[in-house]
């Protein structure tokens, strides 16, 4: 099964899975753009499935993969500002294959699709949001005074 959202806009895809900022409403799980800027470019940093021929410092694609417990079905959903796929396999008689992840299986046919329009261009970056700390290199948290490890 193939999903195909055609023609994602920076207005339309962020609208879908953030907003500008999470003011503490429980009842909101969204998360604040600058958040969602730091995942979708990690997202992009995936290792790739062997033999694709998109580049990834060319072709900016957001992805992630997923497989069931016991390998009966696997997924991977990927994105580009034009562009969103999401490839599901499976067995219809739910029985398990060793090979069925989603790197495997899904994430090959997911760069494939992509690769017949692939993306230039990325999303703009948030004008709001961002903080600049200095991290302790020993933690890996913001630095408190006490950290001689920044």
């Given at each position: 099964?193939?999903?195909?959202?055609?023609?994602?806009?920076?207005?339309?895809?962020?609208?879908?899975?953030?907003?500008?900022?999470?003011?503490?409403?429980?009842?909101?799980?969204?998360?604040?753009?600058?958040?969602?800027?730091?995942?979708?470019?990690?997202?992009?940093?995936?290792?790739?499935?062997?033999?694709?021929?998109?580049?990834?410092?060319?072709?900016?694609?957001?992805?992630?993969?997923?497989?069931?417990?016991?390998?009966?079905?696997?997924?991977?959903?990927?994105?580009?500002?034009?562009?969103?796929?999401?490839?599901?396999?499976?067995?219809?008689?739910?029985e398990?294959?060793?090979?069925l992840?989603?790197?495997?299986a899904?994430?090959?046919?997911?760069?494939?699709?992509?690769?017949?329009?692939?993306?230039?261009?990325?999303?703009?970056?948030?004008?709001?949001?961002?903080?600049?700390?200095?991290?302790?290199?020993?933690?890996?948290?913001?630095?408190?005074?006490?950290?001689?490890?920044?």
């Amino acid at each position: 099964m193939i999903l195909l959202l055609d023609e994602a806009t920076t207005d339309t895809l962020p609208k879908l899975h953030w907003k500008k900022t999470n003011r503490g409403d429980s009842s909101n799980t969204r998360m604040a753009s600058a958040s969602a800027w730091f995942t979708m470019n990690a997202l992009q940093k995936v290792y790739r499935p062997k033999g694709h021929t998109l580049k990834a410092d060319t072709n900016p694609i957001s992805w992630k993969t997923g497989t069931s417990f016991g390998f009966r079905d696997a997924w991977s959903i990927g994105f580009t500002p034009k562009t969103v796929i999401g490839v599901w396999v499976g067995n219809a008689d739910s029985e398990a294959r060793a090979d069925l992840t989603g790197h495997k299986a899904a994430a090959p046919l997911l760069f494939d699709l992509l690769g017949i329009r692939p993306a230039k261009e990325w999303f703009r970056q948030p004008k709001e949001g961002f903080i600049q700390a200095d991290i302790c290199m020993h933690s890996k948290m913001k630095a408190s005074a006490e950290c001689v490890h920044k």
